[in-house]
């Protein structure tokens, strides 16, 4: 079946503008994850949903990002007023989610790069 | 905080020799374990998990991890590296009653010489 798609894969903009990053999860999964890969660091947690809802918010870096998912399928990503420090590799990852919990095998999508000129 | 380390950000070896990547998470309550590999322009994939039970446990493409409590350790091994084995690999724990989110470690980036 078809994995975890992010789209778009590449994305140039400048400083001070919006954007949207778009994940589409694996069928069934309930969980879903983004994380941010900026270079030379390792991957960090940015948001978590469990259906629709997102019950910790702690990990966006700041007021400027915000996520949302509709239909226990589609999330998207939003960061307003981009910075240069914005610049990463934006992952989204989903599972199951079911009785494992957080052993759950997280599948993840190729990734969207985004830089902020 | 938990924090997840790897030692070396860059490994080389030679095609054929052993593969050992370190790891070494920090909280007393032992988490939940697992190595990802990231092939050149490819996402995240699973190599193994470590949630209970035998504390060695076998992947794909011929990897193997030990989980050691004493040491607080989770390397991984391969007895003979094969070319296509190139790649980055992260290690990562989540922690028990989360809601999953993974801990990565820095990463460490395998060369592997013919």
């Known amino acids: 079946g078809a994995g975890v798609s992010q789209s778009p894969s590449n994305k140039v903009t400048e400083k001070g503008k919006d954007v949207e990053l778009r994940c589409d999860p694996i069928s069934g999964h309930t969980a879903l994850y983004w994380y941010r890969q900026r270079l030379g660091q390792g991957l960090e947690f940015l948001i978590y949903f469990q259906g629709n809802s997102a019950p910790d918010k702690s990990g966006l870096p700041s007021d400027r990002f915000s996520a949302e998912r509709t239909g226990e399928s589609v999330s998207t990503l939003t960061i307003q007023r981009t910075q240069q420090e914005d610049s990463a590799v934006y992952l989204c990852a989903s599972s199951l989610m079911g009785v494992a919990g957080p052993t759950d095998t997280q599948y993840f999508g190729p990734g969207t790069r985004l830089t902020v000129l | 905080a938990q924090s997840v380390t790897q030692l070396g950000s860059h490994v080389s070896v030679s095609e054929g020799a052993l593969v050992l990547l370190r790891c070494n998470y920090s909280s007393s309550v032992p988490p939940y374990l697992f190595w990802y590999v990231q092939y050149p322009n490819q996402g995240l994939q699973l190599l193994l998990k470590y949630t209970t039970g035998a504390t060695l446990v076998k992947g794909i493409n011929g990897f193997e991890a030990e989980f050691k409590k004493s040491e607080t350790s989770f390397h991984l091994t391969k007895p003979s590296a094969h070319m296509s084995d190139a790649a980055e690999y992260f290690c990562?724990?989540?922690?028990?009653?989360?809601?999953?989110?993974?801990?990565f470690g820095k990463g460490t980036k395998l060369s592997v010489k013919p």
């Open positions: 990562a724990v989540t922690e028990r009653g989360s809601q999953g989110n993974l801990i």
